[in-house]
Nanobody, 128 residues
Framework: QVKLRESGGGSVQTGGSLTLSCAAA????????WGWFRQVPGKGREGVASTYVDGSGSVYADSVKGRFTISVDRSTSTLYLQMNNLEPADTAMYYC?????????????????????WGQGTQVTVSS
């Protein structure tokens, strides 16, 4: 288990930007791959973005392509999510998570079940 802590959530208006961060309690280098998920009350977690820690690529949900960017600082085991042009539909609790650094197809990297440790979440609220 890896302890993760998200930060950077808040309230913005439509079209605004936020950057979420997720810090691991320990530096695990390349042992895990990362992902961002979000959840609204009454619904399951939705995969937003994932990245391979070796830098080989990232995967995005169709709803955020072109607006969100995932990145990772391996030297500090910190994950980021740059969110631009935010929409009210982006309002949710955002969670970071890690999965073992074992290859899985890109489309599977946004699947909640693949992840082994989760943060507590940070709330993002976008008003119109």
């Amino acid at each position: 288990q890896v302890k993760l802590r998200e930060s950077g959530g808040g309230s913005v208006q439509t079209g605004g930007s936020l950057t979420l961060s997720c810090a691991a309690a320990e530096n695990f280098g390349s042992y895990y791959n990362w992902g961002w998920f979000r959840q609204v009350p009454g619904k399951g977690r939705e995969g937003v973005a994932s990245t391979y820690v070796d830098g080989s690529g990232s995967v995005y949900a169709d709803s955020v392509k072109g607006r969100f960017t995932i990145s990772v600082d391996r030297s500090t085991s910190t994950l980021y999510l740059q969110m631009n042009n935010l929409e009210p539909a982006d309002t949710a609790m955002y969670y970071c998570a890690v999965r073992r650094n074992i290859y899985i197809p890109p489309e599977a990297t946004l699947t909640e079940a693949k992840y082994v440790s989760w943060g507590q979440g940070t709330q993002v609220t976008v008003s119109s």
